[in-house]
C-alpha cells in the first residue's frame, strides 16, 4: 500500500467519523447542538481538522443528509421489492417513509426540512438523493395512466407523504390517524380493487 493510498484511507475515515458523529449528535440532542466545535470534542480532533475536510456545519449537514438518503433508499426498495401488487408497493413506500421519519426525526429534517447546500431535484443531485427519489419513482410507475408523467405524479405522491409526516410529527394532525390518510392518499392513487 502506498502512502498516498493510507492518506486516502485515512482521510476518508476522518470523514465517516464527522459525518456519524454528526448524525449521532443531532439524532440525540438536535441540530442546534451539532457545531464544530462539539464535533472536534466528539470526535477528539482539532476543528482545523474538520475544516479540512468540511468548509463548516453547513457541508457536514450536507454529507449527513446524502447518507441519509442512502439509508432511506434501502428502505424503500425493500418495502417496494417485498410488496406484491402496485396497491400494496405504494403503501408499503409510503409505510416506509413514515417509519423512516418517526424513527429518524433529525435525519428526516435534514433531508427535507433544513437548508442543505445540495442540489435537489436535478441532473447534478448526489447519486443517493436520485436513488431515494428513484424508489418513490418505481414505486408510483406501475400505476401511472398512459402518457401520465410519471415524474409529477411521482413529485405529488412525495409532497403527499411529506406533508402528513410534517403536519404529524408537529402536532398539526394527530397521530392516532395517520394509517387512515396514508390509505385515503394511497385510494387517490390507485382506487381499491387495483392491482
Given at each position: 500500500?502506498?502512502?498516498?493510498?493510507?492518506?486516502?484511507?485515512?482521510?476518508?475515515?476522518?470523514?465517516?467519523?464527522?459525518?456519524?458523529?454528526?448524525?449521532?449528535?443531532?439524532?440525540?440532542?438536535?441540530?442546534?447542538?451539532v457545531t464544530t466545535r462539539r464535533l472536534a470534542e466528539e470526535i477528539e480532533y482539532s476543528q482545523p481538522v474538520l475544516y479540512s475536510h468540511f468548509k463548516g456545519k453547513g457541508a457536514i449537514m450536507a454529507a449527513v443528509a446524502v447518507q441519509g438518503c442512502a439509508d432511506l433508499a434501502d428502505e424503500l426498495r425493500a418495502a417496494r421489492t417485498a410488496a406484491g401488487?402496485?396497491?400494496?408497493?405504494?403503501?408499503?413506500?409510503?409505510?416506509?417513509?413514515?417509519?423512516?421519519?418517526r424513527r429518524r426525526p433529525a435525519l428526516y429534517d435534514v433531508i427535507f426540512t433544513l437548508a442543505v447546500d445540495l442540489p435537489f431535484a436535478t441532473p447534478e443531485a448526489p447519486a443517493a438523493l436520485q436513488d431515494a427519489f428513484g424508489e418513490l419513482l418505481q414505486a408510483v410507475q406501475p400505476i401511472a395512466a398512459d402518457g401520465e408523467d410519471t415524474g409529477l405524479l411521482t413529485e405529488t405522491y412525495w409532497a403527499g407523504l411529506h406533508g402528513l409526516v410534517t403536519l404529524m410529527r408537529s402536532g398539526r394532525l394527530p397521530e392516532e390517524a395517520h394509517e387512515q390518510r396514508l390509505a385515503l392518499l394511497i385510494g387517490h392513487f390507485v382506487p381499491p380493487g387495483t392491482s
Open positions: 500500500m502506498t502512502i498516498q493510498t493510507r492518506r486516502e484511507r485515512e482521510r476518508a475515515e476522518r470523514e465517516r467519523l464527522i459525518v456519524t458523529a454528526a448524525r449521532e449528535l443531532a439524532e440525540a440532542e438536535g441540530w442546534d447542538a401488487s402496485a396497491r400494496e408497493a405504494l403503501a408499503a413506500v409510503g409505510g416506509a417513509y413514515t417509519a423512516f421519519a
